[in-house]
Nanobody
């Protein structure tokens, strides 16, 4: 059984910053890939940022230069640092851990950016 706990969301003004955390119940290196996804009302869930077990990262074009994904293996935790936030970043953000043939989701954390 895998548990992912997302936290760190909140209400911020445009231009502000938040740091999201995803704490896993086992080593993050047991997963091939971990990613942050977001879903706004009426929209499909989309990949925002990801990191492989080897440390390679990728980002959606809409967040490049503003968001950074990182990890702390000692804490079994993956982070998403979000800077220069825009109202269009408003969404529920979910952490996902990808195994070879399975995926596990966190419960989600709400990010709201006001103008």
């Amino acid at each position: 059984q895998v548990q992912l706990v997302d936290s760190g969301g909140g209400l911020v003004q445009a231009g502000g910053s938040l740091r999201l955390s995803c704490a896993a119940s086992r080593s993050i290196f047991s997963f091939f890939f971990m990613g942050w996804y977001r879903q706004a009302p009426g929209k499909e869930r989309e990949l925002v940022a990801g990191i492989t077990s080897g440390g390679s990262t990728n980002y959606a074009d809409s967040v490049k230069g503003r968001f950074t994904i990182s990890r702390d293996s000692a804490k079994n935790t993956v982070y998403l640092q979000m800077n220069s936030l825009k109202p269009e970043d408003t969404a529920v953000y979910y952490c996902k851990a990808h195994g070879n043939s399975n995926g596990y989701w966190g419960q989600g954390t709400q990010v709201t950016v006001s103008s």
